[in-house]
Nanobody
Framework: VQLQASGGGLVQPGGSLRLSCAAS????????MGWFRQAPGKERSFVGT????????IYADSVKGRFTISRDNMKNTMYLEMNALQPEDTAVYYC????????????WGQGTQVTVSS
């Protein structure tokens, strides 16, 4: 499975941005997909995940109510809608895919930079 993340950029505090993650290859094997982020000087952290079949989602407390993950199975694409962005949301955002039934994140995208600044 190959993952291609896109949609990052510069946005003002309070603004919105939508990231996309397009999957290709053995997409039929995907169990779930997720978003992670890594801020400067910090470790990569979990943002949220979506099950590929049922579409159920889980979010980190820090983004609940502001971020929404969705997917389009026909396009093999996952989205991250980010609203009410704050400077602390500044990070490189990575998408990941799990084909192990929940045991590990097997595949990673290349990351896309999100900068929240006035």
């Amino acid at each position: 499975v190959q993952l291609q993340a896109s949609g990052g950029g510069l946005v003002q505090p309070g603004g919105s941005l939508r990231l996309s993650c397009a999957a290709s290859g053995r997409t039929f094997s995907i169990y779930r997909m997720g978003w992670f982020r890594q801020a400067p000087g910090k470790e990569r952290s979990f943002v949220g995940t979506i099950s590929w079949s049922g579409g159920s989602t889980i979010y980190a407390d820090s983004v609940k109510g502001r971020f929404t993950i969705s997917r389009d199975n026909m396009k093999n694409t996952m989205y991250l809608e980010m609203n009410a962005l704050q400077p602390e949301d500044t990070a490189v955002y990575y998408c990941a895919a799990d084909d192990s039934g929940g045991r590990r994140w097997s595949y990673w995208g290349q990351g896309t930079q999100v900068t929240v600044s006035s």
